[in-house]
């Protein structure tokens, strides 16, 4: 079996850690920015090796690195590891800017490596169904695509975050941390690229007040000012390939809404429809034949959507390169992804003007 490390001890390296070790993968080092913080994570997980130095996830016996770190550091992570022959699975965005990710996606298919971003969404097994349904030529011609992505964390009075820090987290938290995950999962069940955007945002409070690491909307005796210059909340307006239209409502200030993705696709001959908050019911019409509502008993939860993807991911990491069709989603994936995020970025910096998106990109 390959052997794993990880990059990054924060919240989000134990769901990776979690997901290795169910997939009977052996984590042999982890590296973070601190010793301690390394110390404390190989401690928990009971990793033989730990430290803050980079090298030890150059030792030959590593077959595949995770990055779990904030999005400032990806690129230069996954260059180096590309370089000293790794297989890479990074946490999304893939990176900034459109010109470090078309160079990761070129790198990645230039090293034939398995070069993976943590697009996890993707692996509910509701999703999967539904990906079949739309496939089939049952289904008719999609027209319009829609949803949301609602959360309740950033509602104050809410943790001071690194996704707050634009040198960590760049110049979006809501549109990178959850849209990301929206357009990846709306184009991937449709098999229809996005061509266009047009979006608005805010911020609602672009100065917030921090007291014992808490943001506070209403200034106070014991508060420090904090400037906050990134979107809370995001509605995007989209065109697909083929003539579908659709939408996205993204939200971090949704009180009730822990995780809420939703996504509606219609054909010509059916429609259906899904969200995270009911991971294990996929609904799909036609008209005039009422709801019919598919339960999946054994259905994933969102722990198990990491499972699968590492599993998906470690077939090829096995075998020592990528397949022909990877069952997971790629840097070229994550490439895309970076492109659509930064075009949502100049639309809302231009009032909502209407920007392109590369529909297609040879990478070599």
Not at 79 to 107: I, N, W, Y
Not at 264 to 293: D, F, H, Y
Not at 343 to 358: F, M, R, T, Y
Request: aromatic share 8%.
């Amino acid at each position: 079996m390959p052997t794993a490390a990880i990059w990054g001890a924060g919240g989000i390296a134990n769901t990776h850690l979690d997901a290795l070790r169910s997939n009977g993968i052996t984590v042999a080092a982890v590296v973070s920015r601190t010793e301690d913080g390394a110390r404390a994570f190989a401690q928990r997980w009971g990793i033989p090796q730990w430290g803050s130095d980079p090298a030890i996830l150059f030792a030959p016996e590593i077959d595949c690195v995770h990055i779990c770190t904030p999005p400032n550091l990806h690129y230069e992570m996954a260059v180096t590891l590309l370089e000293q022959g790794k297989h890479v699975l990074c946490e999304k965005p893939l990176c900034f800017s459109d010109e470090q990710a078309r160079h990761l996606a070129q790198l990645a298919a230039r090293a034939g490596r398995v070069c993976a971003v943590n697009f996890n969404v993707r692996f509910h097994t509701a999703c999967q169904a539904a990906r079949k349904a739309v496939e089939a030529p049952d289904f008719g011609r999609v027209l319009l695509i829609h949803g949301s992505y609602l959360q309740e964390f950033g509602a104050l009075p809410a943790p001071v975050d690194w996704r707050m820090n634009p040198q960590l987290a760049g110049r979006m938290h809501a549109v990178t941390e959850i849209g990301s995950h929206w357009m990846d999962l709306a184009q991937w069940i449709s098999a229809r690229r996005i061509t266009a955007v047009s979006a608005q945002f805010d911020h609602f409070h672009p100065t917030r007040y921090v007291e014992n690491g808490v943001m506070h909307a209403q200034p106070g005796p014991n508060r420090t000012p904090m400037a906050v210059d990134s979107e809370d909340a995001a509605v995007i307006s989209l065109r697909f390939a083929d003539g579908a239209i659709g939408a996205v409502v993204l939200s971090e200030l949704s009180q009730g809404r822990c995780n809420h993705l939703s996504l509606e696709i219609t054909g010509e001959q059916e429609n259906l429809w899904w969200n995270s908050e009911q991971p294990t019911l996929l609904c799909r019409a036609r008209r005039g034949e009422g709801v019919r509502s598919q339960v999946f008993a054994f259905g994933s939860g969102f722990a198990d959507t990491f499972r699968s993807l590492v599993g998906a991911v470690y077939q090829d990491v096995a075998a020592g390169s990528p397949s022909v069709r990877p069952g997971y989603p790629t840097f070229a994936d994550g490439m895309r992804n970076v492109q659509l995020c930064n075009a949502v970025l100049e639309s809302a910096q231009h009032n909502g003007a209407w920007i392109s998106v590369p529909l297609q990109e040879e990478i070599t």
